[in-house]
């Protein structure tokens, strides 16, 4: 596995004083990245990857928020416990963590996985939820149920690893020592131009994903998903502002979604990009997530 910068390394090298830090919340260590000023901005992301995701939106969001970059319950740096993957579970440590940096109510930016914990935390937590973005995805819903694995003609791809990530044992037999084939396999396909996620990226998301531990806890996130729709089925409209930030093939989607949850919605899409926006087209990201989030 090639050797890769530590957080602390990684924190510093971008602009706006960012540091890594721990905190012991809601049971566990959670491993964030703080830097600049103003009110506070959580940003969580999502599977195959950690914080570093967000490496470039942050510090020009760092000149307006006190950006806060989690890796997730199970994530990166972050503990990796038996239990605590769906994502009500997950809101609850970033509320922990909130509560922790002195905040009552908080922004929240998430991406995939991120996505989902963020509109947990809306959902269950709406008094400390100010404004909400989510990144190309929304939530775990009945729907999810009719995802298919097998390609019909002509159709590029299939969310494989929804299934993949059901399986308990062999993909840390599969992928520990090998994570990078995991990495090229997931991201190439979901990106418009595969170059926006540098050897250097990949890099680190694979040393990330490397161990059983971490293999196992990252398919922790998907296995709980049945969990998380039968909650979703019990929540009440969502009450803070959400803005779903949409690849080109996700917007009808979080349009549906979204207007039928939500009582102020807006969706937008990220012009020539794939699944991972913030790394793709992050002058765009910052653009809407800076609006929004000024309101």
Known sequence: MTSVPSDAELAQSLEGGFESRHAEVNGLDLHYVIGGQGRPLFLLGGWP???????????????????????LRGMGSSAKPESG???????????????????????????????????????????????????????????????????????????WWFAFNQLRGLPEQLISGRSRFLIDAVHNPLLADP??????DRAIYAHAYSTPEAIR????????????????????????????????????????FLFRRALDAEVVTIEDSGHYL?????????????TFFGK
């Open 278 to 290: 913030a790394e793709e087209q992050p002058g765009q990201v910052v653009r809407h997530l800076t």
């Open 85 to 159: 993957y769906d994502k009500r579970t997950m809101a609850t440590d970033i509320l922990a963590l909130a509560r922790f940096l002195g905040h009552d109510q908080v922004d929240i930016a998430g991406h995939d996985i991120g996505a989902t914990v963020a509109y947990s935390f809306a959902a269950n937590h709406p008094e400390a939820a100010r404004r909400i973005a989510l990144l190309d995805v929304q939530h775990p819903g009945e729907h999810w149920y009719q995802f298919s694995v097998l390609p019909r003609p002509g159709q590029k791809l299939v969310p």
């Open 217 to 256: 806890a990252g398919n922790g996130w998907y296995q709980a998903f049945g969990q998380d729709i039968e909650d979703e089925r019990g929540y009440a409209p969502l009450t803070p502002p959400i803005l779903a930030l949409t690849s080109e093939w996700g917007f009808d989607a979080a349009r549906t």
């Open 195 to 200: 170059a926006s996620i540098s050897d250097f």
């Open 49 to 71: 990857q950690t914080w570093w995701q967000f490496h470039k939106i942050m510090p020009e969001l760092a000149r307006r928020h006190q950006v806060i970059a989690v890796d």
